[in-house]
């Protein structure tokens, strides 16, 4: 939706003010079964999010936060490395000459960097492979923004038969969507022989790579949800804005009110409100309402009813929840607490702040530079799961090609000492080895 749910309201005859900020700890899962819906021609698909707009809500989640959004471009950097590359040492010259071909035809970088990203952000990437007409070789490689996919349901066999491609972000159901046939999840290149062999007519096919994860479901949940489930994220936000309002006004802080949007959508529903103006109108009223509870004379001594529920695993799902912040904390004292918020989002994105920069105050310690040299090698050698996913596309096109001898890799960037002469070179895992 296009209006806020966020804002910071002055409390009337009073030097403080409110804040509201949107419960965060749904953005992942939703509380309610989603239904497959119908697009024009019959089309069905699972959508992602009860309002199918849940990975564009991820990426706002993101950007809003400038730690969260620095580490998340840190992890796709460093699972990029020193970029995809199809080894070809041991290839004859011809071999050599195609694969060069098709490296000119296909941004392979641009196409690598993109899957590490969906990876990071979604926990799984969609590439699509293009046949040449009389389907013998595979001669384009294209990469589907993740948060633009969406799944058809998935037949008796639990196999999902196509992946849909269009902008969902302004339109529950677009009218022009491309609807691109899945290989099988589990055995692509299976697959993929065996509609060749049953001479399909289809030259364009979508490869699902998948981050395995506890439960399995059409669209997986990232490890980071945990940062919005358990409220750091909206802890880090509130002491921005808190020092953003002393700053900007010399109002402190005093109430921090959480609403779930589903609290609007309710009332939306109840009264009617279909008009986007109409509906930040209506929103703007209820947070007024809401204060003038809190800040009345004649509310003095009243209490506040909200809705909540017990979810499966045992946490309290508040519609409403007001806080009353302490005032003590003004200014540069919030450093201490925005320290500690800062390093569990850095935690939680398993990315140390020294190599991001990201935790503030002057007397931090700093790292030496061997021991960021090797925290980066660590982050390097942890991308090794995410590589062999990743490479089981590039696997697939070397062989449907004929390409012998020739494999996928991706070097590792190994920073080196002053006393070498050299910043920075590329290790490969045949040579990591060697030299363990």
């Avoid at 992890?75 to 490296?103: K, M, P, S, W």
């Avoid at 702040?353 to 990201?358: A, C, F």
Wanted: charged share 25%.
């Amino acid at each position: 939706m296009d209006f806020s749910f966020s804002s910071i309201e002055p409390i009337p005859n009073a030097k403080a003010a409110v804040a509201f900020v949107p419960d965060s700890g749904t953005v992942f899962r939703e509380d309610t079964r989603l239904d497959y819906r119908v697009l024009n021609g019959g089309q069905r698909f699972v959508p992602w999010g009860v309002d199918n707009a849940m990975p564009y809500n991820i990426i706002s989640k993101v950007e809003d936060d400038e730690t969260l959004a620095t580490c998340m471009q840190f992890n796709a950097e460093v699972c990029y490395g020193a970029g995809l590359q199809y080894n070809t040492d041991r290839c004859t010259a011809q071999v050599q000459d195609d694969i060069e071909d098709f490296l000119l035809q296909n941004d392979l970088a641009a196409y690598f960097l993109g899957v590490c990203q969906d990876f990071k952000y979604f926990a799984f990437a969609v590439s699509v492979l293009i046949l040449n007409q009389d389907g013998s070789k595979i001669v384009r490689l294209v990469r589907k923004e993740a948060c633009n996919c969406r799944f058809a349901p998935a037949d008796k066999r639990g196999n999902i038969p196509f992946v849909l491609f269009a902008d969902w972000r302004n339109e529950a159901l677009p009218e022009r969507f491309e609807r691109i046939p899945l290989l099988s999840v589990s055995a692509p290149f299976a697959d993929l022989q065996s509609r060749l062999q049953q001479h399909t007519k289809d030259r364009k096919f979508a490869v699902v790579t998948r981050i395995p994860t506890p439960d399995y479901c059409y669209y997986p949940i990232p490890y980071y949800a945990s940062l919005f489930k358990g409220k750091w994220y909206d802890i880090k936000r509130l002491i921005a804005v808190a020092k953003e309002a002393k700053l900007r006004n010399a109002a402190p802080i005093k109430y921090h009110i959480e609403v779930a949007a589903k609290y609007w959508e309710t009332i939306f529903r109840a009264e009617g409100i279909t008009d986007k103006t109409k509906m930040q109108e209506r929103v703007n009223t209820e947070k007024r309402r809401i204060i003038d509870f809190l800040t009345g004379a004649e509310n003095s001594g009243k209490v506040w009813f909200s809705m909540f529920y017990v979810s499966p695993d045992g946490q309290e799902q508040h519609d409403v929840m007001i806080t009353k912040i302490e005032n003590s904390k003004e200014g540069g004292d919030w450093e201490t607490d925005i320290q500690e918020a800062i390093n569990m989002v850095c935690f939680t994105m398993r990315v140390h702040s020294n190599l991001v920069g990201s935790v503030p105050g002057k007397a931090q310690s700093n790292n030496s530079g061997s021991d960021k040299r090797e925290l980066y090698t660590i982050a390097q050698a942890l991308q090794k799961p995410y590589h062999d996913m990743l490479f089981i596309v590039h696997r697939l096109i070397i062989r449907i090609n004929g390409w012998q001898g020739a494999y996928p890799e991706c070097p590792f960037v190994m920073l080196t000492t002053l006393d070498q002469h050299t910043d920075a070179q590329q290790i490969k895992p045949e040579e990591n080895a060697n030299n363990q």
